[in-house]
T-cell receptor, first 112, second 113 residues
């Protein structure tokens, strides 16, 4: 039972355009959501997060939107850069448990 | 430098030969976790620990053991490895005050033949 789903295995965008990565979850107990970025041969690195009490969090070129009624979150990258090419994982947790549930990941390719 | 270290980074072994993958963090984090990454499945949590001597099963604990005798170390033990444990393993840690923003190690590529 996949509680966090990223239904798009891959996404390709042109440099300078917007990248939108999507994530759906099923467990209504989740109250904290995160996005991680992973380059080959490296561990995932934290990118941005959002608490369930918010619907938007912005950090530079990265914005995460949360739609609790739809149990959906998205990561927007504007403008996209070739260095953003990586695998992006969304993750969710319930309270401060130290337990994260990850999605399958989406491979983003930003073409120059 | 704040970091999570794992050893070894690469390991090829045979079925049934016990092995340990070490994990250490220097950030005084309370929480530590082990994940495995497999194609199409993302990252799945094996075990996690909320503090010394406190461990709990994640989503895929079968075939693995862990211990948390010291705050900084969280080794992953495979008592009798099998080929279905061939995977990429990550250790992670986080502070109880940082939500769940976990810091990951560089990964250990394990092959069991």
């Amino acid at each position: 039972d996949q509680q966090v789903k990223q239904n798009s295995p891959s996404l390709s965008v042109q440099e300078g355009r917007i990248s939108i990565l999507n994530c759906d979850y099923t467990n209504s107990m989740f109250d904290y959501f995160l996005w991680y970025k992973k380059y080959p041969a490296e561990g995932p690195t934290f990118l941005i997060s959002i608490s369930s009490i918010k619907d938007k969090n912005e950090d530079g070129r990265f914005t995460v939107f949360l739609n609790k009624s739809a149990k959906h979150l998205s990561l927007h990258i504007v403008p996209s850069q070739p260095g953003d090419s990586a695998v992006y994982f969304c993750a969710a947790s319930a309270r401060n448990t130290g337990k994260l549930i990850f999605g399958q990941g989406t491979t983003l390719q930003v073409k120059p | 430098e704040a970091q999570v270290t794992q050893n070894p980074r690469y390991l090829i072994t045979v079925t049934g030969k016990k092995l340990t993958v070490t994990c250490s963090q220097n950030m005084n984090h309370e929480y530590m976790s082990w994940y495995r990454q497999d194609p199409g499945l993302g990252l799945r949590q094996i075990y996690y620990s909320m503090n010394v001597e406190v461990t709990d099963k994640g989503d895929v604990p079968e075939g693995y053991k862990v211990s948390r005798k010291e705050k900084r170390n969280f080794p992953l033990i495979l008592e009798s490895p099998s080929p279905n444990q061939t995977s990429l393993y990550f250790c992670a840690s986080s502070s109880s005050r940082s939500g769940n923003e976990q810091y990951f190690g560089p990964g250990t590529r394990l092959t069991v033949t």
